[in-house]
């Protein structure tokens, strides 16, 4: 059994208030909803505010970050590191989102060695792979998966994936309200989790697969009864504590 997991990625979005309160808030709505991970990701320069937030309201809200460097410290301007992550409690290291992919060039490769890194210091990556529209209108979705899978695959052996966190997000749906079906999601999904199986079943059976665009409370259960789709990532109805939690409570009733 895969115990579901939903991210909130708040992007370029908050300030110190803003990350207090939507803290605050969401450890409210979230109080009585059991058999559910939820974490969030606000911008690095929040995480200490929030690591101290989720521990004054003692809050099982798991603290995540939204990218991370390669490398531990040294002279990399403007990087963080795993270890300045790890130091402000964030556990769930987004990597490979869509928006890193295009704004910072971002590649498969520089994706699985983040990943690599990551397991090392004994954090969670929380990889985001997916197609874009032409691609998808191409008929290439899974294709397009399975060679971002397979740039770690090839790397570092299946056993990379263990203990790891897949967020299928079909760039074409993100931010944009164009929510992939349920029943497209799902077969895309098992499509991920057969490609890993090709390599380890026990692995493919046990990780968890996000879907991630456009999902809003009005959606999600539609997607939590797929049985491939663990979970969601979350970009812009995490930004609201009702919004979530309401998707969070429909992951509860879905999947337990
Ligand atoms: P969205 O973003 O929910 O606003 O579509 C999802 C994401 O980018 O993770």
């Keep these: 059994m895969r115990r579901p997991l939903i991210m909130g990625n708040w992007k370029l979005n908050g300030n110190k208030a803003v990350v207090t309160s939507l803290l605050k808030d969401l450890d409210a709505q979230l109080v009585g909803i059991e058999g559910v991970d939820v974490a969030v990701a606000p911008p690095v320069m929040y995480l200490d505010i929030a690591e101290k937030q989720i521990n004054e309201l003692q809050s099982k809200i798991i603290l995540g970050a939204q990218?991370?460097?390669?490398?531990?410290?040294?002279?990399?301007?403007?990087?963080?590191?795993?270890?300045?992550?790890?130091?402000?409690?964030?556990?769930?290291?987004i990597i490979g989102h869509s928006e890193r992919r295009e704004y910072h060039q971002e590649s498969d490769?520089?994706?699985?060695?983040?990943?690599?890194?990551?397991k090392e210091q004994g954090l969670t990556p929380v990889i985001c792979i997916g197609e874009s529209e032409a691609q998808n209108e191409a008929g290439e979705t899974l294709t397009v998966c399975a060679r971002q899978l397979d740039a770690i695959i090839n790397a570092q052996g299946v056993e990379a994936f263990d203990g790891v966190i897949i967020a299928y997000e079909p760039i074409w749906a993100i931010g944009t309200g164009k929510a992939a079906t349920p029943d497209d999601a799902q077969r895309i999904h098992a499509g991920i989790r057969s490609h890993i199986a090709q390599k380890s079943d026990t692995i493919a059976k046990k990780i968890i697969i996000q879907y991630g665009g456009s999902v809003k409370p009005e959606n999600a259960a539609t997607y939590f009864m797929q049985p491939d789709i663990d979970g969601a990532l979350v970009g812009g109805a995490s930004l609201n504590a009702t919004d979530f939690a309401s998707i969070v409570q429909a992951a509860a009733k879905m999947k337990n």
């Design 67 to 93: 990218n991370v460097d390669i490398n531990l410290s040294g002279a990399f301007t403007g990087d963080i590191s795993p270890e300045m992550l790890k130091d402000f409690g964030a556990t769930h290291i």
């Design 109 to 118: 490769d520089s994706v699985a060695k983040k990943l690599a890194v990551l």
